[in-house]
Nanobody
Framework: VQLQASGGGSVQPGGSLRLSCAASGMPLDHYAIGWFRQAPGKEREGVSCISRSADDTYYTDSVKGRFTISRDNAKSTVYLQMNSLKPEDTAVYYC?????????????????WGQGTQVTVSS
């Protein structure tokens, strides 16, 4: 499976962005999808993930109430709606696929990764 992340950009604090993760090579409904991010000088961390049937989701504490993950299996795309963005959300965001289909918070559960998309939150 190949993943393509898009939708990053530069916004002011309090702004919004919607990231998209488009899949090809395999129907997306076979996979759980996770979003991860890596800020400069920091380790990559899990942000959110969604099961293949969308019946389970996970959010790291720092984004709860601000980010929403969703998926459209017909379009083979997973979205991450990011509202009320903060400077500390600045990072390269990656999407990844977990063939087991369930929500997993460990990066080791995701063998397939897309390239990153840069999100910069700054005034």
């Amino acid at each position: 499976v190949q993943l393509q992340a898009s939708g990053g950009g530069s916004v002011q604090p309090g702004g919004s962005l919607r990231l998209s993760c488009a899949a090809s090579g395999m129907p997306l409904d076979h996979y759980a999808i996770g979003w991860f991010r890596q800020a400069p000088g920091k380790e990559r961390e899990g942000v959110s993930c969604i099961s293949r049937s969308a019946d389970d989701t996970y959010y790291t504490d720092s984004v709860k109430g601000r980010f929403t993950i969703s998926r459209d299996n017909a379009k083979s795309t997973v979205y991450l709606q990011m509202n009320s963005l903060k400077p500390e959300d600045t990072a390269v965001y990656y999407c990844a696929a977990n063939p087991r289909g369930y929500v997993a918070t460990s990066q080791s559960g995701y063998p397939y990764w897309g390239q990153g998309t840069q999100v910069t939150v700054s005034s």
